[in-house]
């Protein structure tokens, strides 16, 4: 992998323009020695960033605000700078609803990209204290103080948040599991306990999503950083592969977050 053009068989085809505009950035950081300092990556994309960016001798740092944030802005550098926080331009908001109505993580989500904002502009989100923080780049915050005004049918109130906030992380929980293939289904039915059929069948029913997007294929095959999304289930991500068993299976560390918690 020297270039954009050593993509093919290194990474998924959906994932080839990233990569390019990542192999851009750092042509510019090397060339300009400049930070370049990219919008909300999901945890795919940084591992792919943080990839190139190691082969190509480009320092990295990343930050999504709290130390457990799954989304994270990352800067590129041509030397290890140590940034500050400030540095990765990220605003917490809070939205509260005028009625008391509880916000959830996905109908928060679904008002604010109705605004027209794009996902990427978008950090985590933390439904607590009574309504919702939201991490947001900072160049769009200004923008939602005025026109994101209302989640569902409720009417909300946004504030920018200037005081420490203890923000929860999603409690996954950390197992091993032993797959015959990295093939999207197979890891799938080992992590819900499913059968491979019904693993299948979810994914025909447009129930998963992987890294955000809607999984249409089956035997996508998963790779480290990838997060697999399962209505009525939760999440399932994949932290680390730790080789073949002694029958020739693959062995995953994955993490699971069930819905509800």
């Known amino acids: 992998m020297n270039d ?46 943080q990839s190139v ?8 740092a990343m930050c999504g605000g709290p130390e457990h944030a799954e989304r994270k802005r990352a800067l590129m550098m041509p030397e290890d700078w140590y940034p500050a926080a400030e540095d990765f331009q990220i605003t917490l908001l809070f939205a509260s609803t005028l009625s008391g109505a509880e916000v959830t993580h996905g109908s928060a989500l679904g008002s604010l990209l109705g605004t027209g904002l794009n996902r990427r502009k978008i950090g985590d989100i933390y439904p607590q204290d ?57 890891v799938l039915a080992q992590a819900c306990r499913w059968s491979r059929s019904t693993a299948q069948q979810a994914i025909q029913k447009s129930m998963v999503t992987l890294n ?10 998963l790779d480290v950083g990838d997060l697999l999304s399962i209505r009525g289930f939760g999440r399932i991500r994949l932290l680390a592969l730790q ?5 020739g299976r693959q ?11």
């Open 130 to 186: 009574g309504g919702v923080y939201v991490a947001v780049c900072d160049d769009v915050a200004e923008f939602l103080l005025q026109e994101w005004v209302q989640v569902g049918r409720d009417v909300i109130r946004v504030e920018k948040v200037t005081r420490p906030v203890n923000l929860l992380a999603p409690q996954y929980e950390e197992e091993v599991v032993s797959v015959s293939s990295l093939r999207a289904d197979a």
């Open 243 to 247: 080789g073949e068993s002694r029958k």
């Open 53 to 60: 960016a190691n082969h190509e001798g480009v320092c990295t």
């Open 4 to 49: 954009a053009t050593s993509l093919a068989g290194w990474a998924r085809p959906d994932e080839r323009p990233f990569l390019r505009r990542v192999f851009d950035m750092t042509g510019t950081v090397i060339a300009d020695r400049r930070w370049r300092l990219t919008d909300f990556l999901t945890p795919r994309e940084q591992y792919l960033l």
């Open 251 to 261: 062995r995953v560390k994955i993490g699971v977050l069930r819905s509800g918690r």
């Open 212 to 221: 955000f997007t809607e999984l249409d294929k089956p035997d996508v095959a």
